[in-house]
């Protein structure tokens, strides 16, 4: 069988799972196309091709159906899907699917309207839009480098349920809420409400690293490309109701990593069942005094 046939086996293999007409090229890379119904501006679907087009792997963005599909049957089953992992472990898979992702997640920013300020999320934790952008019933919270590139979104549904793009970059990128090229100091907090409720009591640029764990990856990329006059200060959550305070624990952990400050709100508040973790919460809280 030559190439040509086994891009053929492979194109019929997509357009049968995912139900549009695909872009099959033998190169290695993330290619978008079409989502079935949508316009062609719409590229929610993707397929990536071996050099020697033997095994794609595809998938919906939106729906998040992937698949791995093979050209040729002269290798066994077990041989193909060991290969298939290996593409799919590989570093270089990663960083093509988070270019892909980002993509996706700049076309989906794009084509959205401005955030409803009456958003369920927005009016719960009594905060603004801002420069949010909503996308059907969910709010957008763009992810960022230092540069300003957009990686990733994070989607908060109405009841407040946090989904990032499948696949796409989470690590070091970050929202932003207010100017960071003028801010001094600069704030990280771990979530979006507690960094617009900071930044907005402040009118400092406040980050949203959206993870405990991403602070450290955050806090460094930020020290590396900030002015080394600016200061650097966490706002921890004080997650004093989990066993090792997380939230706490991971903000002075990357506080020490790049000799920053850290302010944490004192918890509990008076209500002897407070779940208060963040500044948020405290400002939302009637037991805080
Ligand atoms: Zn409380």
Redesign the pocket.
Known sequence: MDIKERLNILAQQISAALKTEPMVVPDNQFHRFAAPGKSAKNKACYALVNEAATVVHCGNFITGEKYTFFADSDVDDQGQSERADRIAESDEFRANQQRAIAEQARSQLKDARPADPDHPYLVAKNIGAGGLTQWGNNLQVPLQDVDGTIWNLQNISPAGEKRFLKGGRTSGVFAVIGDLKNSDPVYVAEGYATAATFSGGIEKCCIAALSASNLESVCLALRTNLPSHVDICLVADNDHRTPGNPGMTLANAAAKTIAGAVVFPP?????P????TDFN??IN?K??T
């Not at 918890?267 to 209500?271: A, I, K, T, V, Y």
């Not at 069942?273 to 208060?276: G, M, R």
Request: proline share 7%; net charge negative; charged share 15%.
């Open positions: 918890l509990p508040c008076s209500n069942e407070c779940n208060c919460d405290v809280c037991h805080y």
